[in-house]
Nanobody, 117 residues
Protein backbone atom coordinates (compact mmCIF):
# COMPACT_ATOMS: atom_id res chain seq x y z
CA UNK A 1 0.00 0.00 0.00
CA UNK A 2 1.57 3.22 -1.12
CA UNK A 3 0.82 6.88 -1.67
CA UNK A 4 3.70 8.59 -3.43
CA UNK A 5 3.67 12.35 -3.82
CA UNK A 6 5.63 14.25 -6.44
CA UNK A 7 5.77 17.68 -8.00
CA UNK A 8 6.97 19.74 -5.08
CA UNK A 9 9.82 22.19 -5.41
CA UNK A 10 10.88 25.80 -5.27
CA UNK A 11 8.62 28.44 -6.77
CA UNK A 12 8.44 32.21 -6.66
CA UNK A 13 5.43 33.99 -5.17
CA UNK A 14 2.68 34.12 -7.75
CA UNK A 15 3.92 30.98 -9.43
CA UNK A 16 2.29 27.58 -9.89
CA UNK A 17 2.98 23.97 -9.07
CA UNK A 18 1.09 20.78 -9.69
CA UNK A 19 1.38 18.05 -7.11
CA UNK A 20 0.60 14.44 -7.92
CA UNK A 21 -0.07 11.50 -5.64
CA UNK A 22 0.13 8.04 -7.14
CA UNK A 23 -1.68 5.31 -5.25
CA UNK A 24 -1.03 1.60 -5.33
CA UNK A 25 -1.97 -1.49 -3.41
CA UNK A 26 -5.57 -0.59 -2.66
CA UNK A 27 -8.84 0.19 -4.41
CA UNK A 28 -8.27 3.85 -5.14
CA UNK A 29 -11.81 4.52 -6.31
CA UNK A 30 -13.19 3.55 -2.88
CA UNK A 31 -11.29 6.31 -1.14
CA UNK A 32 -11.90 9.99 -0.71
CA UNK A 33 -8.60 11.76 -1.30
CA UNK A 34 -7.22 14.84 0.39
CA UNK A 35 -4.17 17.02 0.51
CA UNK A 36 -2.87 18.24 3.84
CA UNK A 37 0.07 20.49 4.55
CA UNK A 38 2.32 21.19 7.48
CA UNK A 39 4.60 24.17 7.82
CA UNK A 40 7.44 24.29 10.37
CA UNK A 41 6.11 24.89 13.86
CA UNK A 42 2.50 24.56 12.76
CA UNK A 43 -0.08 21.82 12.93
CA UNK A 44 -0.97 19.78 9.88
CA UNK A 45 -3.96 21.31 8.14
CA UNK A 46 -6.45 20.11 5.58
CA UNK A 47 -6.04 21.83 2.23
CA UNK A 48 -8.50 20.12 -0.09
CA UNK A 49 -10.65 17.01 -0.39
CA UNK A 50 -12.28 15.20 -3.28
CA UNK A 51 -14.84 12.42 -3.02
CA UNK A 52 -14.12 9.01 -4.43
CA UNK A 53 -15.92 9.64 -7.72
CA UNK A 54 -14.70 13.21 -7.94
CA UNK A 55 -18.16 14.66 -7.76
CA UNK A 56 -17.52 16.93 -4.81
CA UNK A 57 -14.59 18.96 -3.60
CA UNK A 58 -13.87 21.10 -0.56
CA UNK A 59 -11.12 23.58 0.16
CA UNK A 60 -9.61 25.43 3.06
CA UNK A 61 -10.59 29.08 2.95
CA UNK A 62 -6.95 30.04 2.57
CA UNK A 63 -6.63 28.28 -0.81
CA UNK A 64 -10.10 28.73 -2.33
CA UNK A 65 -9.90 30.13 -5.83
CA UNK A 66 -6.19 29.34 -6.11
CA UNK A 67 -5.90 25.56 -5.66
CA UNK A 68 -7.78 22.83 -7.50
CA UNK A 69 -7.94 19.19 -6.46
CA UNK A 70 -8.74 16.56 -9.07
CA UNK A 71 -8.38 12.83 -9.54
CA UNK A 72 -8.05 10.27 -12.29
CA UNK A 73 -9.36 6.94 -11.05
CA UNK A 74 -8.08 5.19 -14.17
CA UNK A 75 -4.56 6.28 -13.24
CA UNK A 76 -4.99 5.91 -9.46
CA UNK A 77 -3.74 9.46 -9.07
CA UNK A 78 -4.90 12.60 -7.32
CA UNK A 79 -3.61 16.05 -8.20
CA UNK A 80 -3.37 19.44 -6.58
CA UNK A 81 -2.98 22.35 -8.95
CA UNK A 82 -1.64 25.31 -7.00
CA UNK A 83 -1.73 28.74 -8.57
CA UNK A 84 -0.88 32.21 -7.28
CA UNK A 85 1.33 30.71 -4.62
CA UNK A 86 2.08 32.76 -1.54
CA UNK A 87 4.82 32.60 1.06
CA UNK A 88 2.26 31.12 3.47
CA UNK A 89 1.72 28.15 1.15
CA UNK A 90 5.22 26.86 1.84
CA UNK A 91 4.95 23.53 3.64
CA UNK A 92 5.29 19.81 3.29
CA UNK A 93 2.23 18.60 1.40
CA UNK A 94 0.82 15.20 2.25
CA UNK A 95 -1.52 12.98 0.32
CA UNK A 96 -4.26 11.35 2.41
CA UNK A 97 -6.73 8.61 1.56
CA UNK A 98 -9.82 7.69 3.56
CA UNK A 99 -12.13 4.81 2.74
CA UNK A 100 -15.54 6.40 2.46
CA UNK A 101 -17.35 3.46 4.01
CA UNK A 102 -14.92 2.01 6.56
CA UNK A 103 -12.82 5.03 7.46
CA UNK A 104 -9.47 3.37 6.77
CA UNK A 105 -6.81 6.05 6.47
CA UNK A 106 -3.52 6.12 4.58
CA UNK A 107 -0.84 8.81 4.33
CA UNK A 108 1.91 9.57 1.90
CA UNK A 109 5.37 10.65 2.97
CA UNK A 110 5.02 14.22 1.76
CA UNK A 111 6.54 16.55 -0.79
CA UNK A 112 8.16 19.87 0.03
CA UNK A 113 6.82 23.09 -1.45
CA UNK A 114 9.03 26.13 -0.98
CA UNK A 115 7.87 29.61 -1.94
CA UNK A 116 10.70 32.08 -2.12
CA UNK A 117 11.76 35.07 -4.13
Amino acid sequence: VQLVESGGGLVQPGGSLRLSCAASGFTFSSYAMSWYRQAPGKERELVATITRAGGSTNYADSVKGRFTISRDNAKNTVYLQMNSLKFDDAAVYYCHARHEQFGIVKWGQGTQVTVSS
